[in-house]
Every structure is written in structure tokens, then in C-alpha cells.
């Protein structure tokens, strides 16, 4: 081919036409593909930058799914954090209430028993008298010295228990009630427990060494059988309320464990660290969120929200006033820590939520700019096409119309 000799018409026609179909093979490819940049021959620069700024579009697009992550797992503590904080005020009220009722304690029946009839002296041949010792519940003994021996008889003994100065609490009531069963009597402590104690005082049968049943005995008393401490009304409705106090109590640690995300929980003091940017170095954007153990807290009340379990065993559960003190103490302590925090996690939320939203903005901002540098323009393109083959076409009929030159010189010759 490089033998034959164009003429100079036919070869610039015959190049014009070449050019002509290298652009519409050009511009063909950018209408299929969409871009006017598809290889970095194309145009190095832009080539090279947008396939920059895609990348860190891409980075930052996989950062979107730990964002949403960590902003879930933000709002399920929130959540939680609410519902205890409704709990705690529940167990509040319940604290409260058992505050408001009349203090609650036990009543314990002690019987001494007598083979003289009623009405004969308890202890008429002997001049020894009997101590009773009161223990309120929850508080420290008290004794009550009575005359009971010593020539009374069982009524009289009866009358001096409970007419005894001794026998009054501050508020006057009455610390110990004495009654008799036949020839028995019998003490009723109330709010507390009743104990007796001998004291010989004179009493020619008893001598020092002898035991309190001993000298008991020697009184004309039979040994004193105490029966079983029961709580009061007032206690037993305390012991109630107390029993729904830990009731409420293990569900706040329940919600507590339950209120994860992911397997990360920040109210059980995990810890959450949220990246914004791609970098790893000393710019690295991120934030750390340290949790909380908002469990109610061990039975001793030495962790998490610091709620002590209540012994209900018995004759325990808020029957002393100083414990439903200190209970409700430590509902005012959990309550503002559930509000600081609650406050604290919602800033670091609308954090994680600001910083998806503007990753999303800046990840379609990367896109765009990538876009331009390499997107064709579909009109363009389109317009160029329809260009090239008119171009292509007049080419053509140029390159006919210098065949026909040359075919007029051997019309001459033959």
C-alpha cells in the first residue's frame, strides 16, 4: 500500500475521513459509557482525581454503616436511661409510702408460768423481784425493773407491768403489755422483743451463782417460754412494700442488661468509639462514648445505681425509719446520675447524628465533583456525533469527487 502514490486531493480526503471516524468512535463511547474520561489517557488529570475523590468517597461511605451503628446503640441507652429513670421513681413512691405509714415492729409473746391459782401471791414466801429487759426492733435493750415477787399477787404483778413509768416509749406508748392465761403471765412486747431477767433482792432461796430460771423458779414463776415475733400490722405492710422495692429493684437491672445494641451496652460500662474520618493518624476524627453500669448494683449496694437489696426475711423490710432514710437517699443519688447521664448521651447523640449527616453531604459532594471531571455531557456528545457524520458523509462525496478527476485523465487517453 505505501507503494501506491494518492493524489494529493484523494489523500487529504481519504485523512479527513479517518479523523472523521476516530472521533465518532470517540464520541460513540462516550455516549455508551456516559463519560468523557474513561481511561487516563483520556485526560490524566481529571482521570487521576476524580478516581481520588471517589475513593474517599468510598471510605467514608463505609464509615456510614459504624455511624449508624454507634447512633443506634446511643439511642437504645437513651431509652433505657428513661425507662430506669421511671423505675427508680417508682421504687421512690413505694420507698415513700412505707415512709409514711406508722413505724413498723414485731410483737412477741413471753409466758411465765405459775402453779399458784390466780389471784394468789406470785412469790409470796420469797423477796426477790423480776427485771424485764425490752428490745426494740432493730434498736438496743432497755430495762424495765418491776416488782412482780415479793408477796404480789398475779394481778398485782399484772397492774404494776403496765402502769410502770419504766414501761413507756418517749411518746409515751406502752413498751410492754402484761396479761395472764389462768395462772400463767403472759408479756407482749410490742415493736420489739421481751426478755426476763431475775434478781434475787433478798430472796433468802435464791443464792448468788443460781441462773435466772433458777431464781425464776424460786419466785413461784415457772421458766418463761417466749413465743415466736410476729410483725405488727403496721409492719407487715411495710415488709409488703419492701418486698416490691426489690421487685422493682431487679428490674432495673434487667432493663439495664437489656438495653445493648450490637453487643455493645453502655449502661453495663462498655465502651463506644465512633470514627468520622478515613484518617489514621493524628487527625483521626472520632468520639469515645464511655458507659455506665446502671444496674440497681450489688446486694450490699457497692455498685452500679447503689440500691441495696431490703432483707424481707422475718420480721425485716423498712420497719426502721433511719433505713427508709437512707433508701430514699440513695433513689435521689441514682436519679440525678440517670439525669447527668441521660443528658450526657443525648449531646453525644445529636454529635453522632450530625456528623452522619454531614458524611452523607460530603460523600455526595466527593461523588458530584468526581462526576464532573469525567461525565460527558449527553447533549454535547449527541450534537458532536450528529456533526462528525455530516462531516463524514461531505468527506466522502469529496473523496468521490477526486476519483472523478483522475477518471476524466484516462477517459482523455482512451
Not at 114 to 130: I, K
Not at 262 to 289: M, P, Y
Request: proline fraction near 1%; glycine fraction near 8%.
Amino acid at each position: 500500500m505505501s507503494d501506491i502514490s494518492l493524489g494529493r486531493g484523494i489523500r487529504q480526503n481519504l485523512f479527513s475521513l479517518q479523523q472523521s471516524s476516530d472521533l465518532i468512535a470517540t464520541t460513540q463511547n462516550r455516549l455508551a459509557t456516559g463519560k468523557k474520561v474513561n481511561t487516563a489517557i483520556d485526560n490524566p488529570t481529571n482521570f487521576f482525581t476524580a478516581q481520588s475523590l471517589n475513593s474517599r468517597a468510598k471510605d467514608l461511605n463505609s464509615l456510614l454503616d459504624g455511624i449508624s451503628n454507634s447512633l443506634k446503640t446511643v439511642e437504645a441507652a437513651d431509652n433505657g436511661i428513661r425507662s430506669i429513670t421511671k423505675l427508680v421513681e417508682n421504687a421512690q413512691s413505694v420507698a415513700r409510702q412505707a415512709r409514711a405509714l406508722t413505724q413498723g415492729g414485731t410483737t412477741q409473746t413471753l409466758t411465765a408460768g405459775a402453779d399458784a391459782a390466780t389471784g394468789a401471791a406470785a412469790g409470796a414466801a420469797n423477796a426477790g423481784q423480776l427485771s424485764l429487759s425490752f428490745t426494740p426492733t432493730g434498736g438496743s435493750a432497755s430495762s424495765i425493773d418491776i416488782a412482780v415477787g415479793g408477796g404480789k399477787t398475779l394481778d398485782e404483778s399484772i397492774a404494776a407491768i403496765n402502769d410502770a413509768s419504766t414501761n413507756r416509749s418517749s411518746s409515751g406508748t406502752r413498751l410492754v403489755t402484761a396479761s395472764k392465761d389462768g395462772a400463767k403471765l403472759v408479756l407482749t412486747a410490742n415493736n420489739g422483743a421481751v426478755t426476763v431477767n431475775a434478781a434475787p433482792s433478798g430472796n433468802g432461796a435464791a443464792t448468788a451463782g443460781e441462773s435466772d430460771d433458777e431464781i425464776i423458779t424460786a419466785l413461784g414463776l415457772g421458766s418463761p417460754v417466749a413465743g415466736t415475733a410476729k410483725l405488727d400490722s403496721a409492719g407487715e405492710q411495710r415488709q409488703a412494700l419492701a418486698k416490691q422495692y426489690n421487685a422493682i429493684r431487679e428490674q432495673i437491672t434487667k432493663l439495664a442488661q437489656d438495653s445493648g445494641f450490637n453487643g455493645v451496652n453502655l449502661l453495663n460500662s462498655d465502651q463506644l468509639s465512633v470514627a468520622f474520618n478515613e484518617r489514621t493518624d493524628a487527625d483521626k476524627a472520632q468520639l469515645t462514648i464511655q458507659g455506665t453500669d446502671f444496674t440497681a448494683g450489688k446486694d450490699d449496694g457497692s455498685s452500679g445505681l447503689k440500691l441495696k437489696a431490703i432483707d424481707v426475711t422475718n420480721v425485716s423490710g423498712f420497719q426502721k425509719n433511719t433505713d427508709l432514710d437512707d433508701v430514699d437517699s440513695r433513689l435521689n443519688t441514682a436519679l440525678a446520675n440517670l439525669r447527668s447521664t441521660a443528658s450526657t448521651f443525648g449531646s453525644q447523640l445529636a454529635i453522632v447524628q450530625t456528623r452522619k449527616d454531614f458524611t452523607n453531604e460530603l460523600v455526595n459532594t466527593l461523588k458530584s465533583g468526581a462526576d464532573g471531571l469525567v461525565l460527558a455531557n449527553s447533549n454535547e456528545e449527541a450534537a458532536n456525533l450528529l456533526t462528525l457524520q455530516t462531516r463524514q458523509q461531505l468527506s466522502s462525496q469529496a473523496l468521490a469527487l477526486a476519483s472523478q478527476q483522475e477518471q476524466s485523465v484516462l477517459r482523455l487517453l482512451g
